[in-house]
């Protein structure tokens, strides 16, 4: 059964720092593209990062370009986010996700990702 757990999240005040992980189980990560995606109330879920398999290419959403790190560790079969500098708008639930080899659909439209995980939440006070 293939399934994403999310953990890590929690309440840190602003300019504090998370790593949250993504952990998989009954498939194997180094063949896929991991994203995390956020989700605040109200609003439409949004793209963080992605990671991909195939060619190690990183993507950011602007506004945590230069505060969040991704990575992943095959042998763990987890990848992580290390988010530093955290901001009160950088309060949600966190979700990661994972598509077969490049992050095509995070880049183009989440909703094509199969593979979601039940979201870790975040929540930063100024």
């Known amino acids: 059964q293939v399934q994403l757990v999310e953990s890590g999240g929690g309440l840190v005040q602003s300019g504090g720092s998370l790593r949250l992980s993504c952990a998989a189980s009954g498939f194997t990560l180094d063949y896929y593209a991991i994203g995390w995606f956020r989700q605040a109330p109200g609003k439409e879920r949004e793209g963080v990062s992605c990671?991909?398999?195939?060619?190690?290419?990183?993507y950011y959403a602007d506004s945590v370009k230069g505060r969040f790190t991704i990575s992943r560790d095959n042998a763990k079969n987890t990848v992580y986010l290390q988010m530093n500098s955290l901001k009160p708008e950088d309060t949600g639930v966190y979700y990661c996700a994972a598509e077969v080899a490049h992050c095509g659909s995070y880049n183009r439209d989440y909703r094509g990702m199969p593979y979601w995980g039940k979201g870790t939440l975040v929540t930063v006070s100024s």
């Open positions: 990671i991909s398999s195939s060619d190690g290419r990183i």
